[in-house]
């Protein structure tokens, strides 16, 4: 019988937070312990950094242009599904959380759903144990394998502890949303490097962590129920977060804390322990032509898929063409068009905002709250970092940045004469992703690339 697959998410949890990537002590000890019995992929990424069209491509296995999904709205009904594929194998699919996001929700024909309301604003683990275990148990008795979609909500604003939450939500919905297992304090909570390190700023980010201890109580809560299930060594979990933190220059946008994203692929006796990957750029794209693997399914040329199968590095092959990754953006949560596009390699990231003229202004998700508040405040008296917030504002056409010197892509390079050749290889490398993929910007960015270099 195919493999049970369980496929855990985190939703707007960075990739650099969770302890076993190098983040804070003691935010995510569950996913620590599943990370030390599986693999992790150091340099993982979704296609797009927002909710419902980074989970319409897990889906699918297709770039958003392709899907259909490109901001908040359904896939294209010509485009098959996950459990379209699967379901061949015998298996039966259900879905914990974050289920409208997945649309439209009957494309799915999930056997078992259990909506946000439902699991404590989808931040309750006893919520979420009880859920999976009838799941998991229904499933045993029909002798089937199992899909379970474990959607945490966490760590999505509003965050533990903060104004949002009594704003956002009446009491009776916070009387049934359980405390994290661990509060952070601003003490605690060093800001990433892509943040400035103010009083107000750090504020938000122990919230944040705090949201994220939560999420990782539902996580321990369902590999608690998988191992009582008795059914753990039959299991394939999965973990991944749709994107990055609800920051500035994060979330809804193409930088490297955009996109990049915790994965963690525990596969017992096909997956080495505590194998960490870091040579090979991977996608959640990969992870649909993976699970058609796992489940002894052919992924056949007519689900055009953008992704390929990841079984061949569980095994430790080399794979040269995984040397960069190409990302985009489309639309914000308020249907806001932003189109970005992005190539990353190890060493370098090339960001294309064809929406830059000069006159048009950024606005998303990721400026509510506190931190780009403090930013516009603490601006005023601090010259760099106001002409990085008007920066953030407006951008412009292009962006480049030496990852290896600047990590956190604070100083773009885009005129300095001496990075012409990095900056022009990577346009070319871009443009042609772009033509192979179908991308409808591919000819605005051909023209603009030509118009850039005579």
């Excluded at 699967?86 to 298996?91: D, K």
């Excluded at 379970?148 to 909500?153: I, P, R, V």
């Excluded at 933190?245 to 994965?263: D, E, G, I, W």
Aim: glycine share 8%; hydrophobic share 40%.
């Amino acid at each position: 019988m195919p493999p049970n697959i369980l496929l855990i998410t985190a939703d707007d949890l960075n990739a650099s937070v969770p302890g076993c990537f190098g983040g804070v002590s003691g935010a995510t000890p569950r996913l620590d312990g599943l990370a030390a019995e599986g693999m992790r992929f150091a340099r993982a990424h979704v296609p797009v950094a927002v909710c419902q069209p980074s989970r319409s491509a897990l889906m699918t296995g297709r770039r958003p242009h392709s899907n259909g999904a490109e901001g908040f709205e359904a896939i294209r009904d010509d485009v098959p599904v996950l459990p379209d594929v699967l379901r061949g194998a015998g298996y039966r699919f259900g879905i914990l959380g974050k289920v409208d996001h997945l649309a439209p929700v009957e494309r799915f024909h999930w056997q078992v759903i259990h909506t946000q309301a439902e699991l404590g604003m989808g931040r309750d683990p006893l919520a979420y144990a009880r859920a999976a275990s009838a799941f998991i148990s229904d499933a045993a008795h029909t002798s089937r394998p199992w899909f379970l979609l474990a959607n945490a909500h966490d760590p999505h604003r509003p965050f533990h502890g903060s104004d949002d939450e009594l704003n956002w939500w009446p009491q009776e919905v916070r009387d049934v949303v359980p405390a994290p297992s661990k509060i952070f304090g601003s003490g605690e909570a060093d800001p990433p490097g892509f943040l400035p390190d103010h009083p107000l700023i750090r504020k938000e980010f122990a919230e944040y962590l705090s949201s994220v201890r939560r999420c990782d109580d539902v996580i321990g809560a369902l590999l608690d129920v998988l191992e009582g299930s008795g059914q753990a060594e039959e299991t394939v979990v999965i973990f991944l977060s749709d994107h990055g933190m609800p920051f500035p220059f994060a979330k809804a946008n193409c930088y490297v804390q955009s996109t990049q994203t915790p994965l963690v692929i525990r596969w017992p006796g096909h997956i080495r322990p505590g194998v960490i990957e870091v040579s090979h750029f991977v996608s959640t794209l990969d992870l649909f032509p993976t699970f058609c693997t796992m489940a002894g399914v052919e992924a056949g040329a007519a689900l055009e898929l953008d992704g390929r199968c990841l079984t061949p590095l569980f095994a430790g092959e080399r794979q040269s063409d995984r040397t960069q990754m190409v990302t985009m953006f489309h639309e914000t949560a308020a249907k806001e068009r932003y189109e970005m596009r992005a190539i990353q390699t190890a060493e370098s990231l090339y960001v294309w905002n064809h929406w830059s003229d000069g006159q048009r202004e950024y606005r998303a998700e990721n400026m509510f709250g506190l931190t780009w508040n403090s930013m516009l405040a603490a601006g005023a008296a601090d010259p760099a970092l106001n002409e990085r917030n008007k920066f953030y504002v407006k951008r412009q056409p292009e962006e480049f940045y030496d990852l290896i010197e600047d990590p956190h892509a604070l100083q773009d390079l885009t005129d300095r004469p001496s990075r012409r050749s990095q900056v022009e290889n990577l346009r070319h490398e871009l443009l042609k992703d772009l033509q192979v993929h179908g991308d409808p910007l591919a000819g605005a960015f051909g023209d603009f690339m030509y118009e850039a270099e005579g």
